[in-house]
Protein backbone atom coordinates (compact mmCIF):
# COMPACT_ATOMS: atom_id res chain seq x y z
CA UNK A 1 0.00 0.00 0.00
CA UNK A 2 2.56 2.27 0.87
CA UNK A 3 4.42 1.31 -2.62
CA UNK A 4 1.29 2.54 -4.42
CA UNK A 5 0.44 5.60 -2.79
CA UNK A 6 4.37 6.65 -3.24
CA UNK A 7 3.57 5.62 -7.47
CA UNK A 8 0.96 8.16 -7.41
CA UNK A 9 2.83 10.81 -5.66
CA UNK A 10 5.92 10.60 -8.29
CA UNK A 11 3.09 10.59 -11.31
CA UNK A 12 0.97 13.68 -9.77
CA UNK A 13 4.69 15.45 -9.15
CA UNK A 14 5.89 14.67 -13.30
CA UNK A 15 2.73 15.78 -14.37
CA UNK A 16 2.95 19.09 -12.60
CA UNK A 17 6.52 19.75 -13.37
CA UNK A 18 5.54 19.07 -17.70
CA UNK A 19 3.01 22.13 -17.30
CA UNK A 20 5.11 24.38 -15.61
CA UNK A 21 7.68 24.05 -17.28
CA UNK A 22 5.87 23.74 -20.99
CA UNK A 23 6.11 27.19 -22.14
CA UNK A 24 10.06 27.12 -21.43
CA UNK A 25 10.07 24.22 -23.92
CA UNK A 26 7.78 24.85 -26.25
CA UNK A 27 9.30 27.70 -28.22
CA UNK A 28 12.33 25.89 -28.54
CA UNK A 29 10.43 22.68 -30.48
CA UNK A 30 8.49 25.38 -32.83
CA UNK A 31 10.41 25.42 -36.46
CA UNK A 32 12.04 29.37 -36.18
CA UNK A 33 11.79 30.96 -39.86
CA UNK A 34 15.24 31.14 -41.90
CA UNK A 35 17.50 34.21 -41.11
CA UNK A 36 18.15 36.15 -44.07
CA UNK A 37 22.11 35.75 -44.90
CA UNK A 38 22.28 39.35 -46.56
CA UNK A 39 20.29 42.55 -45.02
CA UNK A 40 19.89 44.11 -48.36
CA UNK A 41 16.59 45.86 -49.34
CA UNK A 42 14.27 43.26 -51.32
CA UNK A 43 14.39 44.93 -55.41
CA UNK A 44 11.12 44.77 -56.30
CA UNK A 45 9.78 43.84 -60.34
CA UNK A 46 8.83 46.48 -62.80
CA UNK A 47 5.73 45.35 -64.34
CA UNK A 48 6.23 43.82 -67.79
CA UNK A 49 4.73 47.09 -69.53
CA UNK A 50 7.07 49.54 -67.56
CA UNK A 51 10.27 47.27 -68.37
CA UNK A 52 12.46 48.62 -71.38
CA UNK A 53 12.31 45.65 -74.23
CA UNK A 54 15.41 45.54 -76.75
CA UNK A 55 13.92 44.84 -79.94
CA UNK A 56 17.21 45.03 -81.96
CA UNK A 57 17.52 41.36 -82.26
CA UNK A 58 14.20 41.48 -83.78
CA UNK A 59 14.86 44.47 -86.26
CA UNK A 60 18.14 43.33 -87.34
CA UNK A 61 16.02 39.91 -88.60
CA UNK A 62 13.31 41.89 -90.05
CA UNK A 63 15.75 44.35 -92.11
CA UNK A 64 18.00 42.25 -93.05
CA UNK A 65 14.66 40.00 -94.43
CA UNK A 66 12.97 42.79 -96.05
CA UNK A 67 16.61 43.58 -98.15
CA UNK A 68 16.49 40.44 -99.39
CA UNK A 69 12.86 40.54 -100.72
CA UNK A 70 11.98 38.01 -98.05
CA UNK A 71 9.00 39.29 -96.99
CA UNK A 72 6.24 36.43 -95.81
CA UNK A 73 9.54 35.42 -92.98
CA UNK A 74 10.38 39.51 -92.77
CA UNK A 75 6.56 39.89 -91.78
CA UNK A 76 6.50 37.25 -88.94
CA UNK A 77 9.49 38.91 -87.33
CA UNK A 78 8.02 42.34 -87.42
CA UNK A 79 4.90 40.99 -86.44
CA UNK A 80 6.81 39.58 -83.29
CA UNK A 81 8.38 43.07 -82.54
CA UNK A 82 5.06 45.02 -82.45
CA UNK A 83 3.70 42.34 -80.23
CA UNK A 84 6.05 43.67 -77.51
CA UNK A 85 6.34 46.93 -78.60
CA UNK A 86 3.14 48.11 -80.67
CA UNK A 87 4.26 51.87 -81.31
CA UNK A 88 8.12 50.91 -82.26
CA UNK A 89 8.63 53.54 -85.34
CA UNK A 90 11.19 51.04 -87.23
CA UNK A 91 8.84 47.80 -87.11
CA UNK A 92 5.84 50.26 -88.13
CA UNK A 93 7.51 51.41 -91.25
CA UNK A 94 8.61 47.66 -92.10
CA UNK A 95 5.14 46.61 -91.85
CA UNK A 96 3.89 49.56 -94.26
CA UNK A 97 6.65 48.73 -96.83
CA UNK A 98 5.48 44.76 -96.86
CA UNK A 99 2.30 46.52 -97.39
CA UNK A 100 3.57 48.47 -99.84
CA UNK A 101 5.43 45.70 -101.92
CA UNK A 102 1.77 43.83 -101.64
CA UNK A 103 0.15 46.84 -103.96
CA UNK A 104 -2.19 47.43 -100.74
CA UNK A 105 -0.92 51.08 -100.91
CA UNK A 106 -4.00 52.85 -98.92
CA UNK A 107 -2.94 50.40 -95.66
CA UNK A 108 0.17 51.00 -96.05
CA UNK A 109 0.07 54.86 -96.71
CA UNK A 110 -2.00 54.73 -93.22
CA UNK A 111 1.13 53.27 -91.57
CA UNK A 112 3.86 55.21 -93.18
CA UNK A 113 1.58 58.97 -92.57
CA UNK A 114 1.07 57.41 -88.34
CA UNK A 115 4.99 57.41 -88.22
CA UNK A 116 5.79 60.49 -89.98
CA UNK A 117 3.18 62.43 -87.51
CA UNK A 118 5.70 61.68 -84.37
CA UNK A 119 8.53 61.43 -86.60
CA UNK A 120 8.24 63.95 -89.25
CA UNK A 121 12.05 62.86 -90.79
CA UNK A 122 11.78 59.32 -90.85
CA UNK A 123 14.00 58.61 -93.68
CA UNK A 124 12.30 54.90 -94.69
CA UNK A 125 8.89 55.90 -94.34
CA UNK A 126 9.32 59.20 -96.58
CA UNK A 127 11.21 57.08 -99.40
CA UNK A 128 8.29 54.07 -99.44
CA UNK A 129 5.50 57.22 -99.79
CA UNK A 130 7.47 58.77 -102.16
CA UNK A 131 7.04 55.26 -104.40
CA UNK A 132 3.15 55.23 -103.73
CA UNK A 133 3.34 58.56 -104.60
CA UNK A 134 5.42 57.63 -107.68
CA UNK A 135 3.03 54.77 -108.15
CA UNK A 136 -0.09 57.47 -108.27
CA UNK A 137 1.91 59.57 -111.14
CA UNK A 138 2.28 62.29 -108.54
CA UNK A 139 5.84 63.20 -109.69
CA UNK A 140 5.97 66.14 -108.07
CA UNK A 141 5.10 65.20 -104.65
CA UNK A 142 7.48 62.62 -104.96
CA UNK A 143 10.27 64.17 -105.53
CA UNK A 144 9.46 66.67 -103.12
CA UNK A 145 9.87 63.90 -100.29
CA UNK A 146 12.78 62.52 -102.02
CA UNK A 147 14.36 66.39 -101.73
CA UNK A 148 13.66 66.08 -98.11
CA UNK A 149 15.76 62.81 -97.55
CA UNK A 150 18.61 64.08 -99.25
CA UNK A 151 18.74 66.94 -97.39
CA UNK A 152 19.27 64.70 -94.27
CA UNK A 153 22.58 64.97 -92.63
CA UNK A 154 24.37 61.73 -91.77
CA UNK A 155 22.02 60.12 -94.93
CA UNK A 156 23.32 56.53 -95.27
CA UNK A 157 24.85 55.29 -98.57
CA UNK A 158 22.22 52.82 -98.95
CA UNK A 159 19.10 55.44 -98.61
CA UNK A 160 21.07 57.56 -100.75
CA UNK A 161 21.43 54.94 -103.46
CA UNK A 162 17.26 54.27 -102.55
CA UNK A 163 16.61 58.35 -103.51
CA UNK A 164 18.58 58.62 -106.23
CA UNK A 165 16.80 54.87 -107.89
CA UNK A 166 13.57 56.42 -107.55
CA UNK A 167 13.78 59.79 -108.74
CA UNK A 168 15.77 57.53 -111.39
CA UNK A 169 12.44 55.81 -111.75
CA UNK A 170 10.01 58.52 -111.53
CA UNK A 171 12.41 60.41 -114.62
CA UNK A 172 11.81 57.27 -116.58
CA UNK A 173 8.22 57.04 -115.96
CA UNK A 174 7.50 60.66 -116.90
CA UNK A 175 9.56 60.37 -120.00
CA UNK A 176 7.88 56.60 -121.06
CA UNK A 177 4.32 59.10 -120.55
CA UNK A 178 5.48 61.67 -122.90
CA UNK A 179 6.64 60.02 -125.75
CA UNK A 180 9.66 59.01 -128.22
CA UNK A 181 11.27 62.53 -127.93
CA UNK A 182 10.69 62.58 -124.17
CA UNK A 183 12.75 59.91 -123.97
CA UNK A 184 15.32 61.71 -125.85
CA UNK A 185 15.45 63.98 -123.51
CA UNK A 186 15.02 62.18 -120.24
CA UNK A 187 17.30 59.33 -121.43
CA UNK A 188 21.13 60.20 -120.15
CA UNK A 189 19.96 62.04 -117.31
CA UNK A 190 17.68 58.29 -116.16
CA UNK A 191 20.92 56.46 -116.64
CA UNK A 192 22.78 58.55 -114.78
CA UNK A 193 20.56 58.59 -111.79
CA UNK A 194 20.46 54.80 -111.99
CA UNK A 195 24.58 54.83 -112.30
CA UNK A 196 24.83 57.34 -109.23
CA UNK A 197 22.69 54.18 -107.37
CA UNK A 198 24.69 52.10 -107.79
CA UNK A 199 28.01 53.54 -106.87
CA UNK A 200 25.96 54.85 -103.89
CA UNK A 201 24.91 51.42 -102.52
CA UNK A 202 26.35 48.42 -105.18
CA UNK A 203 24.67 45.54 -103.14
CA UNK A 204 21.53 47.10 -103.73
CA UNK A 205 19.23 44.97 -105.57
CA UNK A 206 16.70 47.91 -106.76
CA UNK A 207 19.78 49.68 -108.45
CA UNK A 208 20.42 47.51 -110.32
CA UNK A 209 17.05 46.76 -111.72
CA UNK A 210 16.36 50.25 -111.86
CA UNK A 211 19.80 50.54 -114.80
CA UNK A 212 18.89 47.48 -115.75
CA UNK A 213 15.43 48.33 -116.75
CA UNK A 214 16.60 51.28 -118.38
CA UNK A 215 18.80 49.88 -120.90
CA UNK A 216 15.41 47.34 -121.39
CA UNK A 217 12.89 49.55 -122.29
CA UNK A 218 15.30 53.08 -123.97
CA UNK A 219 15.45 53.59 -127.41
CA UNK A 220 18.85 52.62 -129.00
CA UNK A 221 19.82 56.46 -129.90
CA UNK A 222 19.65 57.16 -126.03
CA UNK A 223 21.52 54.10 -124.72
CA UNK A 224 19.21 50.76 -124.88
CA UNK A 225 21.42 47.39 -124.87
CA UNK A 226 19.71 44.35 -124.02
CA UNK A 227 22.83 42.87 -123.43
CA UNK A 228 23.64 45.34 -120.85
CA UNK A 229 20.13 44.99 -119.65
CA UNK A 230 20.34 41.38 -118.95
CA UNK A 231 23.71 41.69 -117.24
CA UNK A 232 22.25 44.28 -114.48
CA UNK A 233 19.12 42.24 -114.01
CA UNK A 234 21.30 39.16 -113.55
CA UNK A 235 23.30 40.75 -111.14
CA UNK A 236 20.28 41.90 -109.20
CA UNK A 237 18.45 38.46 -109.31
CA UNK A 238 21.80 37.08 -107.41
CA UNK A 239 21.67 39.29 -105.08
CA UNK A 240 17.35 38.95 -104.62
CA UNK A 241 16.44 35.91 -105.83
CA UNK A 242 13.14 36.37 -104.47
CA UNK A 243 12.48 39.70 -105.51
CA UNK A 244 9.67 38.85 -107.91
CA UNK A 245 10.23 42.05 -110.40
CA UNK A 246 13.59 41.48 -110.52
CA UNK A 247 12.58 37.60 -112.14
CA UNK A 248 9.82 39.41 -114.54
CA UNK A 249 12.34 41.96 -115.92
CA UNK A 250 14.78 39.21 -117.05
CA UNK A 251 12.54 37.08 -118.33
CA UNK A 252 11.21 40.29 -120.30
CA UNK A 253 14.66 40.74 -121.38
CA UNK A 254 15.40 37.10 -122.54
CA UNK A 255 11.75 37.25 -124.55
CA UNK A 256 13.53 40.31 -126.25
CA UNK A 257 16.70 38.85 -126.72
CA UNK A 258 15.29 35.63 -128.06
CA UNK A 259 16.26 33.19 -125.82
CA UNK A 260 12.40 31.49 -125.01
CA UNK A 261 14.15 28.67 -122.75
CA UNK A 262 15.91 31.53 -120.06
CA UNK A 263 12.56 33.51 -120.72
CA UNK A 264 9.86 30.99 -119.60
CA UNK A 265 12.54 29.74 -116.81
CA UNK A 266 12.51 33.41 -115.43
CA UNK A 267 8.49 33.98 -115.93
CA UNK A 268 7.43 30.95 -114.17
CA UNK A 269 9.73 31.88 -111.86
CA UNK A 270 7.79 35.31 -111.03
CA UNK A 271 4.84 33.89 -111.19
CA UNK A 272 5.36 31.36 -108.38
CA UNK A 273 7.16 34.43 -106.54
CA UNK A 274 4.50 36.50 -106.88
CA UNK A 275 1.31 36.09 -109.11
CA UNK A 276 -0.31 39.38 -109.20
CA UNK A 277 3.47 41.20 -110.43
CA UNK A 278 2.55 44.36 -112.07
CA UNK A 279 5.46 43.16 -114.94
CA UNK A 280 4.37 40.03 -115.12
CA UNK A 281 0.80 41.25 -115.92
CA UNK A 282 2.34 43.57 -118.15
CA UNK A 283 4.12 40.46 -119.89
CA UNK A 284 0.65 38.14 -119.88
CA UNK A 285 -0.86 40.76 -121.56
CA UNK A 286 1.80 41.29 -124.18
CA UNK A 287 1.64 37.50 -125.28
Same mark, same amino acid.
Given at each position: ???????????????? %??????? %??????????????????????????????????????????????????????????????????????????????????????????????????????????????????????????????????????????????????????????????????????? /???????? /????????????????????? /???????????????????????????? %????? %???????????????????????????????????
Amino acid at each position: MKKLIALLFLLIGLTA %AFLFFRP %AVCPLLRPQPALRQDRQPVRKELPAASRPVDLSAYRDNFLNLLKLRKDSAALKEIERALFLDPDDATALWAKAEVLRRGYRFAESGKLLNLVLSKYPGHTSCLISLSYIRYHDSRFEEALSLLKQVLSQPDLSRENKGLSYMLIGSINAKKASLGGFFSKIAYGTRI /RGYFEKAK /RLAPDLSEAYLGLGTFYLLAP /RIVGGDIDKAIGELETAVKLTPEFATVN %ARLAQ %AYKKKGDSGKYNFYFQRAKELDPDNEVLRELEASK
